[in-house]
């Protein structure tokens, strides 16, 4: 069974920095492309970032570019999502996503 467990989200205020995890199993990890999308109240779900397998190859929205980084660490089948300067803009819940496989979410709040 895959199964896909995000946490490190939280309240933080403008400025600030998050680092979300993805711990991923029931799949071979290491050959997988991974994604974070995230899901603002009354938006719809919206890719942020993804990641090749092997790390070498990533993609950002636009809006985060220069703030967010993604990583994997494929020796222990987790991906990352570094948030840095984050902004109000920013709050939503996160998910992580392999295939049609999503995790449960984490929020992420930006607020003073």
């Known amino acids: 069974e895959v199964q896909l467990v995000e946490s490190g989200g939280g309240l933080v205020r403008p400025g600030g920095s998050l680092r979300l995890s993805c711990a991923a199993s029931?799949?071979?990890?290491?050959?997988?492309?991974m994604f974070w999308y995230r899901q603002a109240p009354a938006e719809e779900r919206e890719l942020v970032a993804s990641?090749?397998?092997?790390?070498?190859?990533?993609y950002f929205l636009d809006s985060v570019k220069g703030r967010f980084t993604i990583s994997r660490n494929n020796a222990v089948n987790t991906v990352y999502l570094q948030m840095n300067s984050l902004k109000p803009e920013d709050t939503a819940v996160y998910y992580c996503?392999?295939?049609?496989?999503w995790g449960q979410g984490t929020q992420v709040t930006v607020s003073s």
């Open positions: 996503r392999r295939r049609n496989n």
């Open positions: 029931g799949f071979t990890f290491s050959t997988e492309g």
């Open positions: 990641i090749t397998s092997a790390g070498d190859t990533t």
